[in-house]
């Protein structure tokens, strides 16, 4: 059996290969989370990657991406590890790629890479084919598949997902891997384990429209989690399903078909079963993805990350350093400035001179530093939907000029924006007659329409050179410093132009759009972009890797968003979770404070009809303003930690706590039909008294709280019934 394990600065990856068998991914380890001592013939069998090809198939039939031929077929045959420097403001990267090959010709590289010292792996898969070897159709390729799942036991894992669905984000909630989730087979009984799986499958280009696109295993006896991340901004598919000894070794189809028992672990063992996780992009079943690999075709796989640690929350702290470390830098964007939007609960898509122009007064006062016109500014009817794709300013909606309003925004001290849809046309545009068929997405030769919208295919260079046109027009002609990039339909399963299948067109489609956003940035570096999918139903590692906010929802109910802005907090980071904050002037003080919280939990997004409130009401919102850009560039570097637990639809008490180290931020939300107290466990300040300041509201508004601090957190209550929020800042 071949070892070798790879160690660099806060990882440590241990692989094992048979003679007869593939690479195997056996223990992934931290400092905080070292490897359990397993004996070398209790080795996890799940293969490092998984292939799926019609010619091969599966080693037993299932729907699952774990025993496929290819995959068991596989052979070590070299690994090397490498170091990478920093360049242009981006972190050094410590990498490895093991090389594998199948007798029939087909490669398998593995890279592996840890970006910035930041305690997680980022992995992708490349395949590729010999030459003489004859050609061979994919329908899937895992990222990553390991065994390595924390626990040996799989009666003790939990499964942690978070479904997810417009105006209703981030519910997350754990599944037991064994009953609800799979049952208990006896293998003595036909000499297999459950052929099931829990599995997380999001399709088309809303990455994160069913399932947020991450996911964790947790020990329940000892909090030993493996989380993982999918680093696609299109089709994915994760799963978490009991590892069987049929992985173990190579053995001929048509061995087994005259073996007399049948295949799998000898009747009544059960040494080797434990779980398996796969993590891929696009596959054959759920996103009618395939690929015929030449000896001059090969395929990577999208990324993913995986990280191990001590606490489900460490965990989730270990993916956030990451995506600190592997997202792009910003110049101006990583500042954090205010951004007010005229959209939520404010003007709608109906914006005109005489509605902006005391919205922009109002945002300037509350401290506003950017003031983006949302939707309906080019189009000159009454609606907006069906004629986006000119990005023209309307006439109508300004009949002294678009750049009267613009100049008006620059004038009060802030940085003008504008809202876009930039991958649809509309069907009433003027784009949708003139630009040609070559630049939509098409199948069965015609165009995918969609609510009234046709699909831009990125990768058409007329359809860039639309975008590109538009994009530095406006920024030329006004000095638009600020894009909301939104994107409220879905094309299916993608294009069959120019590609062998639907599902390789969109992915194509996919990665053209990452490589212009990028294009757009490297051409104007200090604009700043929102990453906008109907709120957040493209909301990814690999949209937030490139752009610097996310719109975390389009919850429009304040007391709703709560639960959205906390969750969003365990994919996104504080710093890009753009978490909308809309009062109102028919607000009370607390019903404003409830409001604010929200922003002051992420990257504040300022909305709401602030050019209604009287001075005492705009003094409360502007007060809000100052406590973010306070505390802002702390969230940034802090990891979210949740005292009350990531929240359910239905909690009455919410919090999320930001530990910096040095100080800990934390928002507080009591919704009507709360307690009257609750127990916020805060383990990190590890049994210290902590020193509580409340940061927000001023003191002197809204009903007292009671803030008892303990060896534990902290107790809190009130006596007042409504909705209520607090911000404070604990020290030790």
């Known amino acids: ?39 070398d013939d209790l080795l996890p069998t799940q293969p490092l990657v998984e292939v799926l090809a019609p ?26 590890a490498t170091t990478e420097p920093a360049t242009d403001g981006r972190p050094g990267r410590e990498c490895l790629e093991i090389r594998q090959e199948h007798p029939d010709g087909l490669v398998v590289t593995s890279r592996f890479e840890l970006v910035g010292g930041a305690p997680a792996v980022r992995t992708a898969t490349t395949v590729s084919l010999r030459d003489g070897a004859a050609p061979l159709t994919l329908w899937a390729v ?11 036991d799989i009666d003790d894992l939990d499964i942690w997902s978070a479904r997810t669905g417009w105006s209703a984000e981030n519910r997350w909630a754990p599944t037991p891997l064994r009953a609800p989730g799979l049952p208990s087979i006896d293998p003595g009984a036909r000499g297999e384990t459950s052929r099931n799986r829990i599995a997380a499958t999001s399709t088309s280009t809303w990455s994160s429209g069913l399932y947020n696109p991450a996911g964790a295993a947790v020990a329940r006896s000892t909090g030993r989690t493996l989380a993982w991340q999918i680093e696609h901004n299109g089709a994915w598919h994760w799963e978490v399903g009991e590892d069987p000894d049929w992985n173990r070794g190579a053995v001929p189809i048509e061995d087994r078909v005259r073996a007399p028992e049948p295949y799998g672990p000898p009747k009544g063992d059960r040494s080797h079963d434990g779980a398996y996780v796969a993590l891929l992009g696009p596959e054959d079943a759920d996103h009618q993805w395939s690929l015929t690999l030449t000896p001059d075709v090969t395929f990577t796989t999208v990324p993913v990350t995986v990280t191990v640690a001590a606490s489900f929350e460490d965990a989730l702290g270990n993916l956030a350093a990451h995506r600190r ?8 964007g990583d500042t954090l400035p205010v951004v007010f939007n005229d959209y939520m609960n404010t003007l709608e898509g109906d914006p005109t001179t005489a509605k902006l122009l005391p919205l922009v007064d109002a945002a300037a006062r509350a401290g506003a530093e950017y003031f983006c016109i949302d939707a309906g500014w080019y ?9 986006v794709g000119d990005w023209r300013p309307s006439t109508l909606r300004f009949p002294d000029g678009f750049g009267a309003v613009v100049d008006h925004i620059r004038d009060r001290g802030m940085v003008p924006g504008v809202w876009l849809e930039p991958e649809v046309v509309g069907v009433t545009s003027t784009a949708a007659e003139t630009l040609p068929d070559e630049a939509f997405l098409r199948r069965h030769g015609e165009r995918i329409r969609e609510h009234q919208r046709y699909f831009l295919d990125m990768r058409s260079p007329a359809a860039r050179a639309h975008l590109d046109e538009a994009v530095d027009r406006l920024i030329a002609e006004f000095g638009i410093g600020y894009f909301k990039f939104d994107y409220n339909v879905t094309p299916g399963a993608g294009t069959d132009v120019g590609a062998e299948s639907a599902g390789q067109g969109l992915l194509e489609h ?26 957040a139903m493209r909301s990814d590692p690999a949209m937030l890797g490139t752009l610097q906010l996310q719109s975390t929802s389009d919850q429009q109910d304040p007391l709703l968003y709560p639960a959205i802005a906390v969750g969003a907090l365990a994919h996104v980071l504080p710093e890009q979770a753009g978490n909308w904050a809309y009062p109102q002037p028919t607000m009370s003080d607390e019903e404003i404070v409830f409001a604010m919280a929200a922003g002051l939990a992420g990257r504040l997004y300022l909305a709401g009809v602030l050019s209604g409130m009287d001075d005492d009401q705009l ?17 940034a570097r802090a990891v979210p930690r949740f005292p009350t637990g990531l929240p359910t639809w239905d909690d009455q008490w919410l919090s999320v706590a930001f530990d910096a180290g040095d100080e800990t931020l934390l928002v ?22 902590p020193t509580v300041e409340q940061v927000y509201p001023p003191a002197g508004v809204g009903a007292p709280w009671s803030v008892t601090p303990t060896t534990a957190g902290l107790t809190i209550g009130t006596e007042a019934g409504n909705a209520q929020a607090r911000m404070y800042r604990l020290t030790v």
Request: with cysteine.
């Open 1 to 39: 059996m071949t070892h070798f394990s790879w160690e660099p600065s806060s990882l440590t990856l241990t692989f094992a290969a048979d003679e007869d068998g593939p690479v195997r991914l056996v223990s992934l380890a931290g400092p905080a989370a070292p490897a359990p001592r397993i004996q």
């Open 55 to 80: 010619r091969y198939g599966r080693r037993n039939n299932s729907y699952r991406f774990d025993g496929t031929e290819l995959g068991a077929g596989l052979r070590y045959v070299t690994h090397v």
């Open 142 to 152: 895992t990222s990553l598949a390991t065994g390595a799942v924390v626990s040996e």
């Open 325 to 332: 470390a592997a997202r792009r830098p910003h110049p101006v």
């Open 379 to 387: 189009d000159d009817s009454a609606g907006w939907w069906a004629s």
């Open 510 to 535: 996919d990665r053209a759009l990452l490589a212009w956003l990028g294009d757009v940035l490297d051409r104007h570096p200090d604009l700043v972009i929102e990453n906008c999918g109907s709120g």
């Open 619 to 635: 003094a409360l919102v502007g007060a809000a303003v100052e406590a973010h850009q306070a505390t802002k560039h702390t969230l």
């Open 668 to 689: 507080v939300w009591r919704l009507p039909a709360a307690a009257g107290d609750v127990e916020l466990a805060l383990p990190h300040l590890g049994g210290s008294v």
